[in-house]
């Protein structure tokens, strides 16, 4: 499932944003079972986790980009998907998305 990852998240034209991709991806996603769909989100969400995990057992306060970027493009795909945003809280804790929201980098507060 690393083709999620392989795709780079920036754009290069301006204004076009992530929603080509989480279409494509949605589309694609629904021609099949929606266990499929459960596993790709869970893939998405352990993605970022390992990341996250990894930082913090090398005493890292940041959130490595790689886990910043994967739930960037989670929360778009839930919007573009109709997916509840439960699909990604029951894997990542809400607060990390909190902080994600208000731009805020790291797991220490500042």
Do not use: W
């Not at 990852?5 to 754009?11: M, P």
């Not at 929603?19 to 991806?25: D, E, F, H, I, Y």
């Amino acid at each position: 499932m690393d083709l999620c990852i392989a795709v780079s998240l920036t754009c290069k034209r301006t204004g076009e944003g992530i929603a080509p991709l989480n279409v494509g991806v949605h589309t694609l996603i629904k021609q099949f079972h929606s266990k499929v769909a459960r596993q790709y989100m869970t893939y998405c969400c352990q993605y970022a986790k390992s990341y996250m995990y990894s930082a913090a057992m090398m005493g890292k306060q940041e959130i490595p980009s790689e886990a910043l970027s994967m739930m960037n493009y989670l929360e778009s795909y839930v919007d573009c998907a109709g997916i509840p945003q439960t699909a990604i809280t029951d894997h990542i804790p809400v607060f990390i998305f909190e902080l994600l929201k208000r731009g805020i980098a790291t797991y220490v507060g500042a």
